[in-house]
């Protein structure tokens, strides 16, 4: 099957400080991602459509200044999260869209996020 | 894409099959059943999707009802690796559909 990576699995950062998470497809190209974020306990949020080569889209109420994507080749879409708050402690998700295999959504394994 | 409802959990003994229901009575013609499930701190992992007829694959079997109001998961022998939350998605047929998670149903598989 399709494979998708996430770097790092886990960090902890300071508050106040940026952190950068990457999605990666490893054997396949995804012209479209999805980042999603999940809060102990419950589902899956979608935060935005990353696109390559153009802006991303982002659901309502999540703030497009504070998580920064950017999906610069067909196989890396990376989030930042700016100025990150012990609020933004979360697990983020992040799923690619190959279009080889009937357009499916392939997961990656989650990156999570302990601002102190 | 449609609202799904499901049970919020599940419990299944291990080597029995686990039967896991699905509302979706307002999905459209277009409109794919999607299942997916996630383990603890994982990311979620495709199970089987499908439109109109039953479908079945190497994990699981996918029963729709002929209406399309409803469909049941099907793992035929479940195991104690098979405990996860279970999402069943209404996806629309566009080529880079969105997946708009519910609460899912969580299966305890029991020894």
């Known amino acids: 099957g399709a494979v998708v990576s996430q770097h790092p699995s886990r960090v902890i950062c300071k508050s106040g400080t940026s952190v950068k998470i990457e999605c990666r497809s490893l054997d396949f190209q995804a012209t479209t991602m999805f980042w999603y974020r999940q809060f102990p306990k419950q589902s899956l949020m979608l935060m935005a459509t990353s696109n390559e080569g153009s802006k991303a889209t982002y659901e309502q109420g999540v703030e497009k200044d504070k998580f920064l994507i950017n999906h610069a080749s067909l196989t890396l879409s990376t989030l930042t999260v700016t100025s990150a708050h012990p609020e933004d402690s979360s697990f983020y998700i992040c799923s690619a869209v190959s279009g080889a295999k009937g357009n499916e959504q392939f997961f990656g394994p989650g990156t999570r996020l302990t601002v102190l | ?111």
Not at chain 2, 44 to 53: A, F, R, S
């Open chain 2, 1 to 111: 894409d449609a609202k799904t409802t499901q049970p919020p959990s599940m419990d299944c003994a291990e080597g029995r099959a686990a039967n896991l229901p699905c509302n979706h009575s307002t999905i459209s013609g277009n409109e794919y059943v999607y299942w997916y499930r996630q383990i603890h701190s994982q990311g979620p992992q495709y199970i089987i999707h499908g439109l109109k007829n039953n479908e079945t694959n190497e994990m699981a079997s996918l029963i729709i009802t002929e209406d399309r109001k409803s469909s049941t998961l099907i793992l035929p022998h479940a195991t104690l690796r098979d405990t996860a939350v279970y999402y069943c998605i209404a996806r629309g047929s566009s080529n880079t559909g969105k997946l708009i998670f519910g609460q899912g149903t969580t299966l305890q598989v029991k020894p």
